[in-house]
């Protein structure tokens, strides 16, 4: 069993950046892809970015060139740096991790261990 837990969020004003972490249970990170995803109450689950066996990472349409996924600088951690945010990006954050980096065509990609999410809340 993977555990994962995340931490950084908070509140920041449009144009701003933050910063999330994931730590998690055990060194995984060779078996599993490790991402974020998102979600706001009413609208659907997306992931924002993963970040594969051979460090490769895929980004979401909308945190293109803003949101850069890496691993922290202890092995266990994930982070999200997160800049130029607006307020679309207010959202429940979780990391996640997969079986493999495969991004559907609904945004989605097919996680398989979730934590319990961390709120980001951007304003105007």
């Known amino acids: 069993q993977v555990h994962l837990v995340e931490s950084g969020g908070g509140s920041v004003q449009a144009g701003g950046s933050l910063r999330l972490s994931c730590r998690r249970s055990?060194?995984?990170?060779?078996?599993?892809?490790m991402g974020w995803s998102r979600q706001a109450p009413g609208k659907e689950r997306e992931a924002v970015a993963t970040?594969?066996?051979?460090?490769?990472?895929t980004y979401g349409d909308s945190v293109k060139g803003r949101f850069t996924i890496s691993k922290g600088d202890d092995k266990n951690n994930l982070d999200l740096q997160m800049h130029n945010l607006a307020p679309a990006d207010t959202d429940m954050y979780y990391c996640?991790?997969?079986?493999?980096?495969?991004?559907?065509?609904?945004?989605?990609?097919?996680?398989?261990?979730w934590g319990r999410g961390i709120q980001v809340t951007v304003s105007s």
């Open positions: 055990e060194y995984i990170y060779h078996d599993y892809c």
């Open positions: 996640a991790a997969a079986a493999e980096c495969v991004w559907l065509l609904s945004g989605e990609v097919k996680f398989i261990y």
């Open positions: 970040l594969d066996n051979d460090g490769y990472t």
